[in-house]
């Protein structure tokens, strides 16, 4: 039901923002909390009540919740240029969870929005930072 959906969003950032990863060494508990957050996320991110950029900031907080909440990071082709700068941000420790995050955006798709010049070259410099931060540092040539 729609009108249980902000509910059912509350719930989701909740529970994923008070998980620690000492929760998550104590198998009971990781298996409720997983599938606690698996069935809310899945409900949550099909409705469009949760967005890309709000999983994306609870990763960048709680990296180790990143087996459970990168299957549902989808984001909209509008969101992909703020959203390679937040993976900007992420910790270099972090490069497997940038790779994962980068993996899910469609750039030829947000190319055929027909982004101005502006745009592209801002696209370009963070997909520089973004290898970087993936640990691949890109030539010069």
């Known amino acids: 039901n729609s009108r249980h959906l902000p509910?059912?969003?509350?719930?989701f950032t909740v529970l994923a923002k008070s998980t620690t990863e000492n929760w998550l060494n104590i198998p009971p508990l990781r298996h409720f909390v997983s599938e606690c957050l698996e069935n809310l996320a899945t409900i949550v991110v099909s409705q469009g009540e949760c967005s890309a950029k709000v999983i994306l900031e609870i990763l960048k907080e709680s990296p180790y919740l990143s087996s459970?909440?990168?299957?549902?990071f989808s984001p909209k082709i509008s969101e992909i240029p703020e959203l390679y700068e937040m993976i900007c941000d992420i910790p270099?420790?972090?490069g497997f969870l940038s790779f994962v995050l980068l993996s899910k955006m469609d750039l030829p798709e947000w190319l055929n929005s027909r982004p101005e010049k502006s745009e592209l070259a801002t696209m370009i410099?963070?997909?520089f930072r973004n290898l970087e931060v993936t640990g691949v540092v890109p030539s010069e040539a």
């Open 125 to 127: 410099s963070l997909l």
């Open 68 to 72: 459970m909440l990168t299957p549902h």
């Open 92 to 94: 270099i420790g972090d």
């Open 7 to 11: 509910l059912a969003n509350e719930l």
